[in-house]
C-alpha cells in the first residue's frame, strides 16, 4: 500500500558544543493510510520531539518527510494542518484562555476557508456529540470551566471537525480517568475505522498502545530501537530496552 507518511533519518539537536542533546536520531519509518502506530518510550526518549517535528512545530536539523508522497517542507502551513492535526498532554496551555469553546472551534474551523455558517455549527455539534460532549452545556463556556477530561475532549474534537488524514496525539488520556480514557481510546479506533484516519499514537503507557495500534516503534534516548507488529513486539521483543519496559507492565507478565 502507498504511504500516507514517510520519515526518512529525522533528526532534531538541540543546544551546541558540549551541550549539544540529540532529542531525535536517524527516526525512519513509514504509516500507511488508515493505520495506527503507537510511538512509545520513556520520559524524554524523544517522544514529544518527534510529534512536534512531524508537525512542523519544530524544524528537523536532519531527514526529510513526505506526506502523499510531497515533501512535506513544501507543504504551506496552512495547507499541511488541515491534513495533519494533533491533540497534546496539556490542553490547557493549548488553548486561548479569553476564548469560549464556540469560538475555540471556530476559529479552528478558519483553516478550511469559508463554511457557511451551518456548516460550520454542524461540524461543531457532530465533533462535541462524537466526543461524548453535549454542545449546548459546552459551546459557551471558557477553558478554566471545564474539567481536564472535558478540555481534553474539546481539543480532540477540535483535531477531528477538520477530518485530518493524520491525527498524532501525544499522551492523549493522561489528564483522564480510566472510564474517559477507554472512551477515548475507543474514539480513536472509530476515527479510522469510519475516516480512514491514520494515528500517531504516542504513549509511555505499552498497554494502551497494545490495545489501540497496529504497529509499535520503541523509542530510547531519541532512536527507535524496535519496530514491527504490536503482537511481535509485545510477545517476542528482542531489545532489552523494550523487555525492560514490558516488565514494567503487570498485566503483559507470563
Ligand atoms: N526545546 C528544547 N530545548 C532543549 N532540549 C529539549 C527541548 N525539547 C526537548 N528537549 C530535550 O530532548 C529530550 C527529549 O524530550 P521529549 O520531550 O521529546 O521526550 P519525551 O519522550 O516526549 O518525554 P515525555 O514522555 O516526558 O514527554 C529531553 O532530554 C528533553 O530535555
Redesign the pocket.
Known amino acids: 500500500m502507498k504511504s500516507l507518511l514517510e520519515v526518512e533519518a529525522l533528526g532534531r539537536t ?2 551546541s558544543g558540549k551541550r549539544t ?1 540529540q ?1 531525535v536520531k536517524g527516526v525512519t519509518f513509514s504509516l500507511a493510510p488508515g493505520e495506527i502506530v503507537a510511538v512509545v ?10 510529534a512536534r517535528l512531524i508537525l512542523r512545530l519544530l524544524s528537523p536539523t536532519q531527514g526529510q518527510m513526505r506526506l502523499e508522497g510531497r515533501d512535506v517542507f513544501r507543504i504551506p502551513l496552512r495547507a499541511y494542518w488541515r491534513m495533519v492535526q494533533a491533540v497534546f498532554q496539556d490542553p490547557y496551555s493549548s488553548f486561548n484562555q479569553f476564548y469560549s469553546v464556540r469560538r475555540l472551534l471556530q476559529k479552528s474551523l478558519g483553516l478550511l476557508g469559508p463554511l457557511s455558517s451551518q456548516e460550520r455549527e454542524a461540524r461543531i455539534r457532530t465533533a462535541l456529540q462524537s466526543v461524548g460532549l453535549e454542545p449546548e452545556g459546552i459551546l459557551g463556556k471558557y477553558p478554566h470551566q471545564l474539567s481536564g477530561g472535558q478540555r481534553q475532549r474539546v481539543m480532540i474534537a477540535r483535531a477531528i471537525m477538520l477530518r485530518p488524514r493524520l491525527l498524532i496525539t501525544d ?1 492523549p488520556t493522561s489528564a483522564l480517568d480510566a472510564s474517559l480514557r477507554a472512551t477515548v481510546l475507543n474514539l480513536l479506533k472509530d476515527l479510522r475505522q469510519e475516516q480512514g484516519t491514520s494515528i500517531i499514537f ?1 504513549t ?1 503507557d505499552i498497554g494502551q498502545a497494545y490495545y489501540l495500534s497496529d504497529r509499535i516503534l520503541v ?1 530510547h534516548q ?1 532512536e527507535v530501537v524496535e519496530e514491527g507488529p504490536v503482537e511481535r513486539v509485545v510477545e517476542q521483543s528482542q531489545h532489552p530496552y523494550t523487555k525492560r519496559l514490558l516488565s514494567d507492565v503487570p498485566r503483559f507478565h507470563g
Open positions: 538541540f543546544g542533546l532529542a518510550g520513556e520520559s524524554g526518549s524523544g517522544k514529544s520531539t518527534l499522551e504516542i509511555h523509542m531519541g
